[in-house]
């Protein structure tokens, strides 16, 4: 069964840091790109940003509204990828998604429960 | 950016109705077009991809229309757990964006 899980969301205060985790299961993680997204309370869905996989070559895109301030990274052993968030803003209060890019569409066929992030002083 | 618009934002149906979603975009995305439901407290789970491919293990109540920048949902026959919130979603180009959502409700 395919599944993605996130973990890592907390409490902080802005100008701190915080990591993600999106770990993946019963699929060959390495083939697919990790799309993250996010949904402020109440709000609708924000894409955040992608890695894609080794095959071509791990790139990364982001969301202009996170640009410069988070980064992806993917542990292909691990089936792991981190989005590290720094510099986080009270605007970057969300749940935090990361889902799977399907192989032949760029379709996000399957998706992780969610991690609450907030950031609040 | 691609603008995506829905109609409506919220409407209100009884089991057994069909009902449809109308997305717009703001500038021509050809077929690259996917809907999601959301129930409250869960993630996004994919309907429907390329505008009119139903996704694996999906209801064929569920369909997808496309003309130019127009797009639509329909569901033949609303069911109990159709009951949520739908999103439309263009993966034409980065920034990938979302509609702001459509409420189905009881």
């Known amino acids: 069964e395919v599944q993605l899980m996130e973990s890592g969301g907390a409490l902080v205060k802005p100008g701190r840091s915080l990591r993600l985790s999106c770990t993946g299961s019963g699929f060959t993680f390495a083939d697919y790109a990790v799309n993250w997204f996010r949904q402020a309370p109440g709000k609708g869905l924000e894409w955040v940003g992608f890695?894609?996989?080794?095959?071509?070559?791990?790139?990364?895109v982001y969301a202009a509204s996170v640009k410069d301030r988070f980064s992806f990274s993917r542990d292909d052993s691990k089936s792991i990828v981190y989005l590290q968030m720094n510099s986080l803003k009270t605007e970057d209060t969300a749940v935090y998604y990361c889902?799977?890019?399907?192989?032949?569409?760029?379709?996000?066929?399957?998706w992780g429960q969610g991690t609450l992030v907030t950031v609040s002083s | 950016d691609i603008q995506m618009t829905q109609s409506p934002s919220s409407l209100s149906a009884s089991v057994g109705d069909r009902v449809t979603i109308t997305c717009r975009a703001s500038q021509n995305i050809r077929t690259y077009l996917n809907w999601y439901q959301q129930k409250p407290q869960k993630a996004p789970k994919v309907l429907m991809y390329?505008?009119?491919s139903l996704q694996s293990g999906v209801p064929s109540r569920f369909s997808g229309s496309a003309s130019g920048t127009n797009f639509t949902l329909t569901i033949s026959s609303l069911q109990p757990e159709d009951f949520a919130t739908y999103f439309c979603?263009?993966?034409?180009?980065?920034?990938?964006?979302f509609g702001p959502g459509t409420k189905v409700e009881i």
């Open positions: 890695v894609r996989n080794k095959a071509y070559g791990g790139t990364t």
């Open positions: 979603q263009q993966s034409y180009r980065t920034p990938f964006t």
């Open positions: 390329a505008a009119a």
């Open positions: 889902a799977r890019e399907g192989l032949a569409d760029v379709v996000f066929d399957y």
